[in-house]
């Protein structure tokens, strides 16, 4: 960091400097609820998030710098989105593609957490994955889910689950088929698929914001039965 950005760091008796040492003690959970504290404090514990931020570049990306980074691309402060364009031009995770396929509109969708419009290009990109014809037809066959690059799915999935602090994702989902014995009926009713005897409505039923259940985004075209849903889970991207 810069010493124009380090100078803003609070002396140790603030309650900026209280936040920040809880910050980088505590555990995840509780830097989910500390990031917006700081985000709400002005432009000192916005330094203290940037400061964040950049210590922790050089590992994955997890929840906490993934929500630190979607507040800070939120502020438009001129300070605050140069350090993101001079630091993490192309965001927190990685955006790897075996097929050349560039995921930054995805990111930029999930991270303003524009959920509806992120499932709508999630779907396009899978079925950019599965070629020319999936892509006019605009749904997928099982046996073009089973062909995925492994990168690509990783990419898309973590795209999803560490920008929505854990909720979304096809890991996530997988992580509740399992729990449920692989019961499809189960977990169609735990994401919020379905309600008794009736599926969810698209678009106006599914709730496209954090408060939905875990694991309820991104769809799956479940009325086509379950065959692209189980190649997705079953991937071999999940094991690697």
Known sequence: MTDQTTASVPEASSPIAELT??????????QLQLIPELANAGTGGLAVLMDFL??????????????AYQILYQTDLPKVQDFLKTHFPKGIVPLGS?????YTPLQQLLVKQDFLAADNHTLEKLCQLAGPTAMQRKWLYFSEVEKFPITDLQTINSLWFIHSQGKFGYSVQREIWLSLGKNWEKLWSKIGWKTGNNWTRYPKEFTWELSAPKGHLPLSNQLRGV??????????????
């Open 227 to 240: 065959r692209v849903i189980a190649s997705l889970l079953s991937h071999p991207a999940w094991s690697n």
């Open 54 to 67: 950049t210590e922790q570049a050089s590992a994955p990306p997890n929840l906490s710098t993934g929500f």
């Open 98 to 102: 075996e097929a050349g396929i560039d």
């Open 21 to 30: 040492a809880q910050l980088y003690s505590g555990s995840e959970k509780k």
